[in-house]
């Protein structure tokens, strides 16, 4: 429809060219679309989470002889899961981001209380 004169969808018309591997802006929303303003709160509220967890590891948690708060899953997932369901996810994130430190892949409640999660 789009090479096609007589067709009156002015949608089809607006759609950016589809992009390539190795394209800068593959896999990336449009610029300025309501879609890249999603994902840029959706960042944003994500961060902010993070940073939640962290005050809570630092003021549930006990400072070691390394200086670094430390506290275990099982006691940060009851303080924490009244605020949030996604202890796990956000304990992911934040690992990636280097400020925590956990031994394992996944923790799991229950079988990983005893896991010691440390604010680096």
């Given at each position: 429809q789009?090479?096609?004169?007589?067709s009156?969808?002015?949608?089809?018309?607006?759609?950016?060219?589809?992009?390539?591997?190795?394209?800068?802006?593959y896999?990336?929303?449009?610029?300025?679309?309501?879609?890249e303003?999603?994902?840029?709160?959706?960042?944003?509220?994500?961060?902010?989470?993070?940073?939640?967890?962290?005050?809570?590891?630092?003021?549930?948690?006990e400072?070691?002889?390394?200086g670094h708060?430390?506290?275990?899953?099982?006691q940060?997932?009851?303080t924490?899961?009244?605020?949030?369901?996604?202890?796990?996810?956000?304990?992911?994130?934040?690992?990636?981001?280097?400020?925590?430190?956990f031994?394992?892949?996944?923790?799991w409640?229950?079988?990983?209380?005893?896991v010691?999660?440390?604010?680096?």
């Amino acid at each position: 429809q789009r090479k096609n004169p007589f067709s009156s969808d002015d949608r089809l018309a607006a759609k950016p060219a589809p992009t390539h591997r190795g394209d800068p802006t593959y896999g990336r929303p449009p610029e300025g679309s309501r879609t890249e303003q999603r994902g840029k709160d959706a960042h944003s509220h994500v961060g902010k989470e993070v940073e939640e967890l962290c005050l809570i590891i630092r003021r549930t948690g006990e400072v070691g002889e390394d200086g670094h708060v430390s506290v275990t899953f099982g006691q940060l997932f009851e303080t924490y899961v009244t605020i949030s369901n996604k202890v796990v996810g956000i304990l992911l994130r934040a690992r990636k981001h280097g400020l925590v430190h956990f031994e394992g892949e996944m923790l799991w409640q229950g079988k990983d209380d005893d896991v010691v999660i440390t604010l680096l």
